[in-house]
């Protein structure tokens, strides 16, 4: 969602496009430069590529040179569609936030609404937990991004509150949702792909926080620790939940 938070990654564009000149300069939404050279290429079929690379492999998978080969094409061939990697990169950020616009399906309730945008937002961060990665380090400026923005915003229509309101209360809700993404992707990450590797894993895991349960050093979490890795419930809705009931208690109609 969030068009105005993180900070811009290193420069990964070449030093200059494949006739020679300067790279253009500005956001890939603020120019119009697409050059298509193929019919069988689109720059919708590269990104689609890029995505499924990133899904498969991570984030650091993708590049010019990964997604051509993965299309069947010469490197050269994609930069009349998309001059450099990190419009590539803005290019797959846009596409998923434009899948993630619930639009005639966005619930007239305020409070249906804004649980629907976040469980989408927690669906499509669980499914491709590189994007998260985009949305900490760029910052996010496609159409379809605003899109989303837009529909947050029209969530909380029915609230009679104002504009910096809405955009305070559908950045908590935002920040909340990313936050548990952010968290249970780390987990995931952790444990091993690999069946045995994973049992293996977890248990020298649980091993190690039973051991640090009984040394009586975290005797608050103690308790949590026995559970073992990961062991304790989803809090995903009732946190949603504890946050909206803070936002209805101070902003809803009575």
């Known amino acids: 969602m969030s068009a105005y938070r993180g900070r811009t990654m290193p420069d990964m564009a070449l030093p200059s496009s494949p006739d020679g000149n300067a790279q253009p300069v500005g956001p890939v939404w603020a ?13 919708e079929s590269i990104v689609l590529a890029a995505i499924e690379i990133a899904d498969r492999d991570g984030l650091d998978a993708v590049s010019i040179r990964s997604v051509a080969a993965g299309l069947g094409v010469r490197p050269m061939s994609l930069y009349g569609h998309v001059s450099s990697k990190d419009d590539l990169l803005d290019l797959m950020f846009d596409q998923l936030a434009g899948e993630s616009v619930l639009g005639a399906d ?5 409070r249906s609404a804004l649980e629907a945008i976040a469980r989408r937002t927690r669906d499509q961060g669980l ?52 936050g548990y993404v952010t968290r249970i992707s780390a987990q995931r990450r952790a444990v091993p792909t690999d069946p045995n590797a994973a049992r293996e894993w977890t248990t ?18 103690a308790p949590l620790l026995r559970e073992g890795f990961a062991a304790q419930p989803d809090s995903f809705e009732p946190g949603l939940a504890w946050l909206l009931d ?4 101070r902003h809803a109609p009575n």
Do not use: C, K
């Open 127 to 178: 499914a491709h937990p590189w994007s998260i990665e985009l949305l900490v380090d760029r910052i996010q400026l496609g159409p379809n991004t605003l899109r989303v923005l837009d529909e947050w915003i029209r969530a909380l229509a029915p609230l009679s509150i104002t504009a910096d309101e809405a955009w305070s209360i559908a950045t908590a809700v935002n920040d909340y949702t990313v």
């Open 31 to 43: 120019r119009n430069d697409r050059q298509p050279r193929r019919r069988t290429l689109t720059r």
């Open 246 to 249: 803070t936002i209805e208690q």
């Open 204 to 221: 020298t895991v649980n091993t190690y926080l039973t051991e640090r349960a009984e040394s009586g050093d975290h005797p608050h979490i």
């Open 106 to 110: 966005l619930p007239d309730d305020w």
